[in-house]
């Protein structure tokens, strides 16, 4: 590793709010007198120790991000952080700096992970999820392809490009984004390109390292999540006419959220490049009623829409508020009290490929593969091309093997992606 042995140990708030979600520090490394801790000196043993750190969203990211950090101001990096309101999770963004005197640290590429993982509740693991283990060409463990095995081979990148950066070699700076909570919703990434825009940082592209084979995808669907309550009247079953039956109600919404489904699949506008061409509904859960002889007063259902880059929530809402007004109606003319409810409850932007064409020739050079991909799942790139900054998919290992028991990456997928992070910072030299 390259230190920089001009640092000194230092801390500085970089701007203060009254919510803790905003606040961000800024730590410089250590003097060179300071004696470093051991980190790993190759991909594969990073993924092992990050898989080590039990991250599924509903814990604190802290450990796996102080371990992060002490490693970047080991190197010599500035590292800024980004909480939560509660203060038990963090993103970490850290620059290393371009330019003859290492001082430019705006533009450049962003290599972007997230660092929380899903849960292995109910699932059954040959081994523990926590311990990373190799059996054959495979390297197993939670989060060993949904996404840490890029965060990895992006950690390995670092003591190159500073050394690059030390020695004036760098055209342009490379960033490193972890975030929390992407996993119940990208929670985190807002609050990084929040950050970097009050610092006046404005990368020229990222890269988020989801797992798509080491192919290149340029874009994504949206999702948005809602909540529907349909609010009825109770009654004993042998006297309905007395009541308002919430899960009839319901149902009757169901069904006009299937019908604007099938109508999403046979639209003019579909774009056949993605893995699912058309925009899709789903409901995902459904609850309601207490007993067989009372009519339900209340009924919850959730459904997701997963929309095409070009199609937005408005493309669904208004229909759908327009059949909740109808239905609203009938069942206030029984009772006034009643009603349906619809409440938002996540919502990620679509990635899209219509500013990205010299991030997807510079990939494709590298690749050498000009196939482009488009996919159904949503990842935080969709933040940052609304932030205006191109973005592509890019990572080792398969989806297919994400958020299942015994997720795994091959080896090989690791190696193809020090390979690719390793031309891409060539690419960054003067």
């Not at 230190?3 to 000194?8: A, I, Q, T």
């Not at 929670?187 to 610092?199: E, N, S, V």
């Not at 079953?237 to 009757?252: C, D, K, M």
């Amino acid at each position: 590793m390259s230190v920089n042995p001009d640092y000194k140990s230092s801390k500085q708030i970089m701007s203060n709010s009254n919510t803790a979600s905003n606040s961000v520090l800024s730590i410089n490394a250590p003097s060179n007198n300071t004696p470093s801790i051991s980190y790993p000196n190759n991909s594969i043993d990073w993924l092992t120790r990050l898989i080590g750190f039990d991250t599924v969203s509903r814990h604190s990211n802290l450990a796996l991000i102080s371990e992060v950090e002490s490693y970047c101001k080991d190197l010599g990096l500035t590292v800024a952080l980004t909480f939560n309101e509660t203060q038990d999770k963090a993103n970490l963004f850290v620059t290393v700096p371009a330019g003859k005197d290492a001082d430019i640290t705006s533009g450049g590429l962003v290599l972007s992970g997230h660092t929380d993982v899903v849960p292995v509740d109910g699932q059954d693991w040959s081994s523990d999820p926590f311990e990373a283990i190799i059996r054959g060409d495979k390297l197993y463990g939670r989060g060993s392809c949904d996404m840490k095995g890029f965060i990895a081979c992006a950690l390995n990148l670092l003591p190159k490009a500073v050394e690059l950066s030390n020695n004036g070699q760098l055209r342009r700076p490379l960033h490193l984004a972890l975030s929390f909570d992407e996993e119940v919703g990208c929670l985190g990434a807002p609050l990084i390109l929040a950050d970097l825009k009050a610092r006046g940082i404005t990368p020229d592209y990222c890269i988020v390292g989801e797992p798509t084979l080491m192919t290149m995808v340029v874009a994504h669907k949206g999702i948005a999540v809602y909540r529907c309550r349909v609010h009825g009247k109770s009654a004993h079953s042998s006297l309905t006419h007395q009541g308002v039956n919430a899960i009839s109600y319901a149902s009757r919404l169901v069904g006009y959220v299937d019908s604007l489904a099938d109508e999403f699949t046979s639209r003019e506008d579909n774009d056949e490049l993605f893995d699912v061409p058309y925009s899709t509904l789903s409901v995902g859960t459904i609850h309601g009623g207490s007993a067989t002889n009372i009519v339900p007063n209340l009924c919850e259902f959730t459904f997701d829409y997963r929309n095409l880059p070009h199609m937005t929530q408005d493309d669904i809402l208004a229909p759908i508020q327009a059949k909740i007004a109808e239905l609203n109606a009938q069942m206030q003319a029984r009772a006034p009290e009643t009603g349906i409810e619809l409440l938002q409850e996540e919502s990620v932007p679509a990635m899209t490929d219509s500013s990205n064409d010299e991030l997807q020739q510079l990939i494709a050079a590298l690749t050498q593969d000009q196939k482009r991909h488009k996919v159904a799942y949503a990842t935080e790139g969709g933040q940052f091309t609304n932030a205006g900054i191109p973005t592509i998919i890019c990572g080792p290992g398969s989806i297919e093997q994400a958020h299942k028991a015994d997720e795994f990456v091959a080896l090989s997928e690791i190696k193809r992606c020090d390979e690719f992070l390793q031309k891409l910072l060539n690419s960054c030299m003067v």
